[in-house]
């Protein structure tokens, strides 16, 4: 059995009214890259930040490499955090700062080049922080993270505000170093197919509580069995009354046509109730497949009550 670096049971957290963790439970195994999954406001950062130790739960327990993480600093000397927006001494060149997180940490000042190298900004060693683009910016944080060796290092929304080249350049950047340096990373994102590149396993969460979990070609394949997609020439108008269905969880809508998420065991009774409500709302279908959703439509059924669109 792999070994698990993160254990998590039942995690809650309100903020007044709020709810953002509602029983999360959440695993991530050594030597692997999860990816935590879920759209804007499903608890994702609220989670990270009680397994890094900073925010207690107000129930539930989480373990981190088999220890509490709170007030705990053998733990954090395991693990390192790339923020979503970190904020660094914008003057500073980037290899002087470095430098100085060495001496924070007890490491060699050489690892402050080292880790630049490891990220491929050993040419902007002496730049001003301030000078290094969105992309750079996102890999000076992967190089901070890296400094003191962790065995682990989490990463909120790290491809967040990024043109797609870099964000495909940073995942490289993470793949690279989970075979070379042996780094177990969780990654945060509310975009699945981006992550579904190079994490082996992901938690999707919302409404603060974890709704699937696994690896990702199991999960695709549990979902893709339950899901059916409707091709139309009126996807809104068919999808309200394909939403009255009893053994309809969720319909996802676009300019196609529809994904529809049934019951385990109920798929067949699509083909018969479709055409049937199709002909009496006026709309033709074009055809209805088993198993077609793409990974990022399967998603957006899993994140939904309600099948509408998530943020």
């Known amino acids: 059995m792999p070994k698990l670096l993160v254990q998590a049971k039942g995690l809650s957290k309100r903020y007044g009214r ?27 950062t609220t989670a990270i930040k009680i397994i890094l130790g900073l925010l207690r739960p107000d129930s539930g327990e989480v373990m981190v490499f088999d ?26 060149k980037a290899l002087d700062y470095l430098r100085r997180v060495c001496r924070i940490f007890g490491a060699p000042e050489d690892r402050a080049l080292e880790v630049l190298e490891s990220v491929g900004l050993q040419e902007a060693w002496d730049r001003p922080i301030r000078a290094l683009s969105a992309g750079m910016l996102q890999k000076f944080g992967i190089a901070h993270a890296l400094i003191h060796k962790p065995k682990f290092v ?20 993470v793949a690279k170093l989970h075979k070379e340096e042996k780094v177990t990373f969780l990654l945060s994102s509310h975009i699945l197919p981006e992550l579904s590149k190079i994490c082996d396993s992901a938690t999707i969460i919302t409404y603060g509580k974890a709704v699937a979990s696994g690896n990702l070609v199991e999960l695709y394949d549990k979902f893709a069995a339950r899901t059916l997609r409707v091709s139309t020439d009126q996807p809104e108008v068919l999808a309200a009354s394909i939403r009255t269905l009893s053994y309809v969880q969720a319909v996802d809508i676009d300019s196609r046509g529809l994904s529809v998420r049934v019951n385990e065991g109920d798929e067949d009774k699509l083909y018969g109730d479709a055409p049937s409500l199709a002909k009496k709302v006026g709309a033709k279908i074009l055809g209805i497949e088993t198993g077609s959703a ?18």
Not at 18 to 44: H, R
Not at 157 to 173: F, G, I, K, V, Y
């Open 18 to 44: 709020v709810t953002a963790l509602n029983g999360l439970d959440l695993q991530v195994e050594e030597d692997s890259i999860m990816g935590l999954i879920g759209p804007n406001g499903a608890g994702k």
């Open 67 to 92: 220890e509490a993480p709170w007030d705990n600093p053998d733990i954090r000397r395991l693990v390192g955090v790339v923020h979503e927006k970190a904020f660094f001494p914008a003057h500073q």
């Open 154 to 173: 989490v990463a909120d929304e790290m491809t967040a505000n990024l043109d797609p080249q870099a964000r495909s350049n940073l995942l490289d950047l």
């Open 294 to 311: 793409s990974l990022d439509e399967l998603y957006r059924l899993v994140v939904t009550k309600d099948g509408g669109k998530i943020a």
